[in-house]
């Protein structure tokens, strides 16, 4: 069972920053990318940056220059550094990992996501 648990969201003023984490755990062979997701009320998900096991890295048009994806690959973990941030940037944060574990016979490539966090930028 894989599991990615997040931490680091909360309340920011604007132009204030955040560093959001995510770890992943449980059965892991690999992992082939790892990112960050975004979900404003009333709205669709998207990407806001991710990172291959190359290191690599995309990174969404609204937060380039204001936000760096990184990752700890001993550690399973990707860290989302957020800074100057925007009311816009108000979310719930979503953790998701590509990775290859362990099935009942098999090995298998699969996608996880984590619960969430939230992000409130606000005066």
């Known amino acids: 069972q894989v599991q990615l648990v997040e931490s680091g969201g909360g309340l920011v003023q604007p132009g204030g920053s955040l560093r959001l984490s995510c770890a992943a755990s449980?059965?892991?062979?690999?992992?082939?990318?790892m990112g960050w997701y975004r979900q404003a009320p009333g709205k669709q998900r998207n990407l806001v940056a991710t990172i291959i096991s190359g290191g690599s890295t995309n990174i969404a048009d609204s937060v380039k220059g204001r936000f760096t994806i990184s990752r700890d690959n001993a550690k399973n973990t990707v860290f989302l550094q957020m800074n100057s941030l925007k009311p816009e940037d108000t979310a719930v944060y979503y953790c998701n990992a590509d990775l290859l574990t362990q099935g009942a016979v098999w090995r298998y490539r699969a996608e996880y996501w984590g619960q969430g966090t939230q992000v409130t930028v606000s005066s």
């Open positions: 449980g059965t892991i062979f690999s992992i082939y990318a």
